[in-house]
């Protein structure tokens, strides 16, 4: 299931990639299977290989995403995943010297 950043609250209608997540180039790698969750937030993905996958769920919205790393999928064996999505902010600074005088026209670049 997806559900919000709350933990609680259900995602409907997302999409999920299921594969290798490279995090190099934050994407996915070697898909074997893209399916879309319900107004439920609730999905099913069959005939998945029996090994280690990745699940990346992109928001309704195409706006945030959730990722789950190396879920162990058995042979003949269901497997329940929940993918929780990313919350997202708006973060406001002020650039400013040692004394508290502002710096105008600064350059600011974000990251993690």
Not at 60 to 85: C, H, M, Q, S, W
């Amino acid at each position: 299931r997806v559900f919000e950043a709350d933990n609680a609250t259900p995602h409907g209608n997302a999409r999920l990639f299921i594969g290798d997540y490279d995090p190099q180039f934050n994407q996915m790698k070697s898909v074997v299977r893209i399916v879309d969750a319900d107004a439920d937030g609730n999905w099913e993905a069959t005939e998945i290989p029996a090994r280690p996958i990745d699940v990346v769920a992109v928001s309704a919205d195409g706006r945030r995403k959730g990722l789950r790393r190396e879920i162990n999928v058995l042979p003949d064996v269901t497997t329940y995943v929940n993918v929780f999505l990313e919350d997202v902010t708006r973060v406001f600074v002020q650039v400013q010297f040692d004394d508290g005088e502002r710096v105008p026209n600064a350059a600011v670049a974000g990251g993690d």
